[in-house]
């Protein structure tokens, strides 16, 4: 294994992200319609330019709910479907995973930024949804919830910790 420096490192990642953005882009306007990218708030962009990077073209463009919902301009609908939360290749041996949920929360409140109104309001019922079964899942594997907390109080009053992140939540 070849070490890589911390620029190489983002410089890759950079790259990836570009990429990622570049198949959201296209997936959605060849299967919806062209400009429906370019129509979407920022902040629903970000999110599935995240779970393109982070789980793959497949899993928006395979999904006939969240791709329904970007037809629709159903912002909070999107974000009720970034959620992904199981590890696993078949339906048998998938399993919750806390790390995956945490990236969940996290991807949904990525989302939330520039919704306002009734949108806002429903994504917040989906963000208190998925962070209720996040703890849930936190605590049935017996995960340390603190990152996971940190997250939410995040959330809940708008302020960004500058705190390290622990090895835990490295994992």
């Known amino acids: 294994n070849k070490k890589i420096s911390q620029k190489q490192a983002y410089e890759s990642m950079c790259k990836k992200l570009v990429q990622a953005s570049k198949e959201v882009k296209n997936v959605l306007n060849k299967r919806i319609g062209d400009g ?34 970007i037809k629709n301009k159903d912002y ?30 996290s991807r949904m409140i990525l989302g939330l930024k520039d919704l306002q109104g009734k949108e806002r309001d429903e994504a917040k019922v989906e963000i208190e949804n998925i962070y209720k079964r996040a703890k849930a899942c936190f605590i049935a594997k017996n995960k340390s919830t603190d990152d996971l907390e940190k997250i939410y109080e995040q959330y809940k009053t708008g302020h960004i910790s500058y705190a390290s992140v622990s090895a835990e939540s490295r994992k």
């Open 36 to 69: 429906t990218y370019e129509a979407l708030p920022n902040s629903i962009k970000e999110l599935l330019i995240d779970l393109c990077y982070n789980k793959g073209l497949p899993k928006i463009s395979s999904n006939t709910t969240l791709m329904n919902a």
């Open 76 to 105: 909070s609908g999107i974000i009720k479907n970034s959620v992904y939360v199981h590890s696993g290749k078949s339906d048998a041996a998938k399993t919750e995973e806390p790390g995956l949920y945490k990236r969940s929360l």
